[in-house]
């Protein structure tokens, strides 16, 4: 399968769609990097009778090598085939890029790979035809003029208040930035006033975990006080196509941030005592768990998953295919505000591997999990020669 050309300014739709026109739809493969979602695409794959590739690194590839490969006739584990690399990156070489499209490999993209990865090789040489819209992941980068706060904003969605300086700090707030030592993790503090700004911040600057460049890019925002839910969402064409109803919640999980969530089980006037370089909790993802919301709010969950599918489709055409999450927080009059958007398969989908998610399972009337369901769209594209309508 020779496929469209490599290394080109960029890998258009039509191109996508030419490639897995070539594919063989009866021995279709998802792949995707062995990190952040894997399991959860792998897993889904193995229920819906699908092969799968894990693209690991080494050193981290042996949870999926030893620990979840799939036995000999299936009775055990759910990862069929792993390629490792030196780094993850290995798999943008053009020849591993053909060698994916000769097992009519369809990829699924998450936010190790377009971490991992340079996002402008995601967009522009990655000549695999993945599910979703391959325009929206760079939305996902805050540095950009068009980031998914433009987006909400576009679309009259709640987000917090932007505060344009820290001298206008007048609340408890958060300032968003990258961890200087954790190029992949956060450097996220809190504070409420502008004096409380540059203690922490010379204090994090000291202790390496912020810089300054990364300061003076940071965003700062007012701090919604209430609890987080992460909506992870689905839009199928192939639903819309076959006339049913194509925005699916799936599922609601929710994040464990060390050291954050040590600090709040630990009474205040212990947190007081605390040495200086304990004193300021980070805000590292660490695991998720899962939720649900109270049966009265679902209404507007849903209106905000439908202002998020508009929106992308009128301003990063062809918009939402497959899976996104919208992160929010709640304030106490029960208002939603979106603090972050993936507009891909969200981070904390493992935590409904096998189980399905609790929405899902109630509209499939099965266990439905993301990864599953992104398996079914493409089985259902397959059956219904739809594969063009979801690959980009």
């Not at 391959?134 to 576009?154: C, P």
């Not at 003076?216 to 196509?241: C, H, L, M, Q, W």
């Not at 939603?336 to 609790?358: E, L």
């Amino acid at each position: 399968m020779t496929g469209p050309p490599l290394g080109a300014d960029v890998i258009s739709r039509k191109a996508m769609q030419e490639a897995v026109s070539e594919y063989d739809p009866k021995d279709l493969a998802l792949a995707c990097v062995a990190s952040h979602s894997g399991l959860d695409v792998y897993d889904g794959a193995t229920d819906e009778g699908m092969r799968n590739i894990a693209v690991a690194q080494e050193g981290r590839h042996e949870v999926y090598s030893r620990y979840f490969r799939k036995t000999a006739g299936g009775a055990r584990g759910c990862v069929d085939d792993v390629w490792t690399y030196p780094r993850y990156d290995g798999i943008m070489a053009p020849d591993q890029q053909k060698r994916l499209r000769d097992e009519s490999a369809v990829w699924v993209p998450n936010r190790a790979w377009t971490s991992y990865c340079s996002i402008d090789a995601c967009e522009d040489d990655f000549a695999v035809p993945m599910i979703g819209s391959r325009n929206l992941l760079r939305s996902e980068e805050r540095e950009e003029q068009q980031d998914y706060y433009w987006l909400l904003e576009k679309a009259g969605m709640p987000f917090p208040r932007k505060i344009d300086h820290y001298d206008d700090i007048d609340q408890l707030a958060i300032v968003k930035l990258h961890h200087s030592q954790k190029p992949l993790e956060r450097g996220f503090f809190t504070c409420a006033s502008t004096e409380e700004f540059h203690e922490k911040a010379q204090k994090l600057i000291a202790q390496g975990v912020i810089d300054e460049p990364a300061l003076e890019a940071a965003r700062i925002e007012e701090y919604v006080v209430g609890p987080v839910f992460n909506f992870n969402f689905f839009y199928s064409p192939v639903s819309k196509k076959l006339g049913e109803e194509p925005l699916e919640l799936l599922g609601i999980d929710w994040r464990f941030e060390s050291s954050l969530d040590g600090h709040v089980r630990i009474p205040a006037p212990q947190q007081m005592t605390l040495p200086e370089h304990q004193m300021i909790p980070e805000m590292t993802v660490v695991g998720h768990n899962t939720a649900t919301v109270r049966e009265s709010l679902l209404g507007k969950v849903f209106k905000l998953g439908e202002q998020w599918v508009e929106a992308a489709a009128e301003h990063y055409s062809p918009g939402i295919i497959g899976p996104f999450c919208l992160q929010t927080c709640v304030d106490k009059d029960m208002n939603f505000f979106i603090y972050d958007v993936a507009p891909r398969i969200g981070g904390g989908t493992n935590v409904h591997v096998g189980m399905g998610h609790p929405y899902g399972n109630a509209l499939w009337r099965e266990p439905m999990s993301t990864g599953r369901r992104v398996a079914r769209e493409v089985r259902m594209a397959a059956e219904h020669d739809m594969m063009t309508e979801i690959v980009t």
